[in-house]
């Protein structure tokens, strides 16, 4: 599985949703790979990213988008 966090650096929403990713990265196997969105716009076109904050996991061909970041416990769910 891979796990990719799409962000820009002035939003304010993705420096607290790094946060709570930062606390999950404890908790789970996986590497978090993260990416400025201005610097990745193919990838991120390729993988159809809407808005930013954004997680991406990838199992295979399944693709699985999260947009909303609640809180620690709905993320470290949503990666498992």
């Known amino acids: 599985m891979r ?12 420096q607290l949703a790094e946060k709570l990713l930062s606390y999950v990265e404890l908790l789970v196997d996986e590497k978090i790979e ?4 201005n610097y990745e ?10 808005s930013v904050p954004c997680l991406v996991k990838i199992d295979g061909e399944k693709v699985e988008k999260l947009y909303a970041f609640s809180d620690v416990t709905n993320l470290y769910e949503w990666m498992k």
């Open 3 to 14: 796990v990719i966090y799409f962000y820009t650096p002035m939003c304010g929403t993705c």
């Open 34 to 37: 993260k990416y400025n969105i």
């Open 41 to 50: 716009r193919e990838l991120a076109s390729k993988l159809k990213i809407e």
